[in-house]
């Protein structure tokens, strides 16, 4: 997958590719059921660690704000079900006699559609809102000042492309493909860089987590050893692959022949 990181200065390997816009029927917000599904799935479990393990008491700052961050939340519906989700476990764990405030900081890089964000925002929420842009694998906070960080199919997006599957002369080039398929070589590239990130994304929460405070983090992957040509996401990302490789290689006259095809008649 591409980056999904902001672009660092000086460098122009890296570049923005932000989930289309609201306009029309293929945004984002229309089209993440699967994510809403992955969070349906374990937000049951958030919710039991945070009772069994969150100690609400000791943990907020003396004015009584207990803070959220969604990093890389795109726009739309499921980071709102989300830090709602979260709010509300929280909300059942604080001492009922002391007023406690909650302020959820949505992050994602520059490029992002904050604006249909915060126009789509719950009018009831119980919380206060704030956008925060930049890449996660850097430091986005002040030093433990967040609560509870969370992660939800995003950081499949690395930072940037590995610059050796990009080289035609490098023995890991990977033919422009999006995949790295049966290329040992290429996988070994991927999942070095997407090492880097991680570690990266964790040193920065390390400073920006409270001692105490919880992280959730969702990552879709797949089981070592499986047999990827049976795996769903992995025939998906390969026969989309191959139609983009096909419309390259038609070339502008492909592009004219979708646009004239869709006039009305």
Not at 61 to 88: H, K, L
Not at 136 to 144: D, V
Request: aromatic letters at 12%; hydrophobic letters at 35%.
């Amino acid at each position: 997958m591409e980056n999904k990181a902001d672009t660092k200065k000086g460098s122009s390997s890296n570049k923005l590719f932000p989930m289309a816009h609201a306009e029309g029927p293929y945004n984002y917000a229309k089209n993440s059921n699967y994510q809403k599904t992955g969070w349906d799935l374990i937000k049951r479990l958030t919710s039991e660690e945070i009772s069994k393990k969150l100690d609400v008491e000791h943990l907020i700052s003396p004015g009584n704000v207990f803070r959220i961050a969604d990093m890389g939340c795109s726009f739309g519906p499921n980071t709102f079900f989300a830090v709602q989700d979260i709010v509300e476990a929280v909300k059942s764990k604080q001492n009922q006699s002391k007023h406690m405030e909650f302020q959820v900081f949505f992050n994602d890089h520059s490029a992002n559609d904050f604006n249909t964000l915060f126009r789509t925002l719950p009018s009831e929420r119980s919380y206060f809102a704030a956008g925060v842009p930049g890449s996660f694998y850097g430091s986005l906070f002040p030093k433990a000042s967040l609560h509870f960080a969370l992660s939800s199919y995003t950081m499949h997006w690395m930072s940037k492309i590995p610059r050796q599957v990009q080289d035609q002369s490098s023995s890991v080039w990977n033919k422009g493909r999006i995949f790295y398929g049966s290329s040992k070589k290429v996988e070994e590239a991927y999942a070095a860089q997407f090492a880097n990130d991680f570690e990266s994304f964790l040193r920065a929460r390390a400073e920006e987590v409270v001692p105490g405070g919880f992280m959730t983090l969702l990552i879709p992957g797949t089981q070592n050893g499986a047999n990827l040509l049976k795996c769903t996401s992995v025939a998906i990302s390969e026969l989309l692959g191959s139609s983009l490789m096909d419309m390259a290689k038609e070339g502008p006259s492909y592009r004219r022949t979708r646009v004239w095809g869709s006039r009305p008649s």
